[in-house]
């Protein structure tokens, strides 16, 4: 059963250009979203997260978007350098109780910036 | 920025031996530790929770008795696999929650990872 659901394994895009990641998400108990780039062999890296309260939060050239209705959010980055080329992964977590919660990822989405 | 680390970052291992991997944050107190696992072209998995001074939490279908978890100090958790077998390769990372850094205690911060190999 998977919560995060990254439903494109792959997108190229032209470098200048926006790349758009989605991810959908089917806990409603998920309150706060994060974003990771991740390459291969390494550990993940923060990007942008955002809490539910938000619908927008934009860090340079990264913004990511919260539809709740829709259970929906996406990543766009802009515009998109070589150096963007890696997957990225959507995370959500719950936060029951308070403090630090584990994160439930989706698949990853392989970005792939063409010159 | 909140900085983790992990030791070995590639282990090559025979069957029926056990094998520690240490995970430290280097520039923040870390209350909490994560472990997950990622098989190739799949999504991370968590693995359990690391509250430091208290026993882990693992998720469903985890077993405890063979991945060992040791949150010591608020710096190093250890995840010690125990008898490992050929089904265990996998790529194990290791994340802490950076509070106070981070604006809010689910924000974590990734180690590099450990490629396990069981021959």
């Known amino acids: 059963d998977q919560q995060v659901k990254q439903n494109s394994p792959s997108l190229s895009v032209q470098e200048g250009r926006i790349s758009i990641l989605n991810c959908d998400y089917t806990?409603?108990?998920?309150?706060?979203f994060l974003w990771y780039k991740k390459y291969p062999a390494e550990g993940p890296t923060f990007l942008i997260s955002?809490?539910?309260?938000?619908d927008k939060n934009e860090d340079g050239r990264f913004t990511v978007f919260l539809n709740k209705s829709a259970k929906h959010l996406s990543l766009h980055i802009v515009p998109s350098q070589p150096g963007d080329s890696a997957v990225y992964f959507c995370?959500?977590?719950?936060?029951?109780?308070?403090?630090?919660?584990?994160?439930?990822f989706g698949k990853g989405t392989h970005l792939i910036i063409q010159p | 920025g909140a900085v983790v680390s992990q030791h070995p970052s590639r282990v090559i291992c025979k069957s029926g031996t056990s094998v520690k991997i240490e995970c430290r944050s280097l520039?923040?107190?870390?209350?909490?530790m994560f472990w997950y696992r990622q098989f190739p072209k799949q999504s991370l998995m968590l693995m359990a929770t690391?509250?430091?001074?208290?026993?882990?939490?693992?998720e469903q279908g985890v077993e405890k008795d063979k991945f060992l978890i040791n949150h010591a100090s608020l710096t190093l958790s250890t995840l010690t696999v125990t008898s490992a077998h050929p089904e265990d390769s996998s790529f194990y990372i290791c994340?802490?929650?950076?509070?106070?850094?981070?604006?809010?205690?689910?924000?974590?911060?990734f180690g590099p990872g450990t490629r396990l190999t069981v021959l």
């Open positions: 690391s509250n430091e001074g208290s026993k882990a939490t693992y």
């Open positions: 806990n409603s108990m998920f309150d706060y």
């Open positions: 955002i809490s539910s309260i938000k």
């Open positions: 520039d923040f107190q870390a209350t909490t």
């Open positions: 994340s802490a929650s950076a509070f106070p850094l981070a604006a809010r205690t689910d924000t974590q911060y």
């Open positions: 995370a959500a977590s719950a936060r029951e109780g308070g403090g630090a919660d584990g994160l439930t």
